[in-house]
């Protein structure tokens, strides 16, 4: 299945995932729980390797490619932060 039917598939899924996490942020390096919902995401998505603990609360995934024709490997790195703002929401939507 191509990845993008894999995205559609789980979409309502993944709202939930940001739902979650924003009716429970946590400031600066204090993101333990939410550390921990990324590792976890990351292992079920089938991550070569998770580390946890970088920086004190921080998470890498590791993929691992097949390395082109001279066995070279080429890497692709994201980076998200984890913390929130302390900011009082008046939405009134469930999840603040």
Same mark, same amino acid.
């Given at each position: 299945?191509?990845?993008?039917? !894999? ?10 995932? !940001? @739902?979650?996490?924003? #009716? ?9 729980? &939410? ?5 976890? @995401?990351? !292992?079920?998505?089938?991550?070569? /390797?998770?580390?946890?603990?970088? %920086? #004190?609360?921080?998470?890498? %995934?590791?993929? !691992?490619?097949? %390395?082109?024709?001279?066995?070279? /490997? ?15 929401? /008046?939405?009134?939507?469930?999840? &603040?």
């Amino acid at each position: 299945m191509p990845v993008i039917d !894999r995205f559609v598939e789980i979409q309502h899924e993944i709202a939930e995932w !940001r @739902r979650d996490l924003h #009716r429970n942020p946590e400031l600066l390096y204090d993101v333990h729980r &939410t550390a921990e919902v990324v590792a976890t @995401r990351l !292992r079920a998505f089938g991550c070569d /390797e998770v580390v946890e603990g970088i %920086g #004190r609360t921080g998470v890498v %995934g590791v993929v !691992r490619g097949n %390395g082109d024709k001279n066995g070279a /490997e080429k890497v692709i790195a994201m980076r998200a932060d984890m913390d929130a703002l302390p900011v009082t929401e /008046e939405s009134g939507k469930p999840w &603040t």
